[in-house]
């Protein structure tokens, strides 16, 4: 494969040896001309400066000879075997010996591995398992720990969990973002840790998501004060790395002023055609986007730029170090989580959702070892005027005979006329609804949703999805067991009117600007404001984290008390950290400003 890094529009989408996607692969460079019209930008960074961010395989084996002894960390789905032979090939012209120690020897055979992690892996069948126990070492025999240096130019022990050899010297961590391993996972280039085969995507995406990044993640976090320098191995033919007291630097920038995280796209059954008409530099041959990651930060990165040349860390890497600058008074209750998530829900021009419900508290704390659940909350950012929102149940619901109902259309593939059971409310731009756990829920066809809600988002459990098959012609896991052992059958008759549909209240009102309360359920941790202005605004923080998107307006500049300024077009979704203490919103537009801000209760 021969990519050229300097121009994302030469970037092949679909490298059926190496990833299976339509998306472009993010440019190792970008010059100014990207984005020059303005709009929503879909690689949004932090400049450091000049000198920051160094690019290619022969300048980071120039740093490697200098410290002769060194470790190569790094995270899942890494080519190491490509890694290696770019920084040999430099090395051998310069005639250098190179003692290369490779962790993959030491890790356990793969049938005590599969054994290890079997407990958390549920039923083969399952959708969903059980977040780890299990530490990082647990994958490795102790023959690791007595690896030693021999008098080669140049010792190296490479590949995950170098760190746990004790060796003390420096140490590169390389970094792959979580949309580029899923990619990757789908192609079958990659396997799961420990693992000889490729299984296929869905166990994959499993053993990664209650296992793999679980282990990984503890081990990034405990090892972040021996890192000398991070890399970004989401390209094969490259790598750009910086050295970690220039990233810290620029994460302590960004933990008291703003930030934006790199969203990512993805088609689905449902999908709809709003975010191929409104965003420009994604693949538009696809045959539709059902998601954007705007930010569900367990899959989420943050760019840096310097030079031109970018570099993308996990953003749990920000949380690591800066939790308290990024959440102020919540830090203590959610540690290195960050509890909001923003995502979009593309049906213009597409399909309903599935009806679908999620867990509890408790339930799925017992069950998942998630630490907190998906309370939701659909904000209608766009819609036509057919559009609908299914919420909450009819007065008349019958549980029995809704699950009969259900299990015979799953049995018999026979559609069900949804609405005997189900409410349907016409759904209007700027509409919230409220979807706590347990909510009989979906967005209908004709929507473009923000999806406001908790952090957690892979526990929905699914009751009718429709009688299709999802974009391979396989049919999508419906869960009525694991819905029906959470669905608030209460949640019916006017009591949804009352209770799930926000009530917009004007709270604080001057000439030109309107405070407007989006109220949230009681059973929410966080809340919504919609801030409308003809010129301008400041806001205070008070130690909390806010998330906001301009929802109406062409764009906003937001100047945080550091002096710190950034544009933000129609749709972009950027943070406040609580650090920030203020900042004023500028609208740059002609016609009234509208920003949704979510915050912690």
Known sequence: MNIDTKDYKQIESVDTEVRKTAQFLMPAKLDNAFNANGGYNVYPTCALGSGKIFNGFDSLAQYIIEQKIILIDGYAGLFWGNIRARLQDYFTENGLKVNWISTENFLKPTDEIEKLVAPFLGEFESVWGTKTTLSLNDFYDASLTGQTADDSDI???????????????????????????????????ITNLGAVQVNEPFQMYKRFYFVDWVVLNNHKKAIQDRIAVV???????????????????????????????????????????????????????????????????????????????????????????NNKNVLGKHAERFGDEFPIRFDFLDTFNGGNLSIQCHPSVKYIQENFGENITQDETYYILDC?????????????????????????????????????????????????????NGTVHSAGSGNMVLEISATPYIFTFKMYDWVRLDLDGNPRPINIDHAFNNLDFNRKGKQVYRELISKPAVIEQAEGYQLIHMSTHAEHFYDVHRMEFDNQTTVETNNVCHVMMLVE??????????????????AETFVVPAAAGSYTLTNLGKGRAKVIKAFLK
């Open 155 to 189: 010792n190296i022990i490479i590949g995950i969990g170098a760190v746990l050899s004790g060796w003390n010297v420096p140490v590169i961590y390389i970094d792959l973002p979580k949309n580029e391993l899923q990619f990757r996972m789908r192609a079958g280039s």
């Open 231 to 321: 890399a970004d191995g989401q390209w094969p033919e490259t790598i750009n790395w910086i050295h970690k007291a220039d990233l810290v630097e620029g994460l302590n920038r960004i933990s008291k002023s703003v930030f934006r995280v790199r969203p990512w796209f993805e088609p689905g059954a449902w999908g709809g055609q709003w975010i191929k008409e409104h965003i420009n530099n994604i693949n538009k041959d696809v045959v539709n986007y059902a998601w954007s990651f705007e930010m569900i930060v367990p899959e989420n990165g943050l760019v840096f730029e310097s030079d031109g040349n970018l570099l993308e860390v996990s953003f749990d890497t920000l949380m690591f170090s």
């Open 384 to 436: 036509d005027d057919n559009a609908r929102v299914y919420l909450g149940f009819q007065d008349s619901i019958d549980p029995a005979e809704f699950r009969n109902v259900l299990e015979d259309s799953q049995a018999t593939s026979t559609e069900i006329q949804i609405e005997d059971y189900v409410q349907s409310h016409p759904a209007k731009k700027h509409d919230l609804f409220l979807i706590p």
């Open 553 to 570: 307006g062409q764009a906003v500049q937001l100047e945080t008390a550091d002096g710190t300024k950034q544009e933000f077009a129609y």
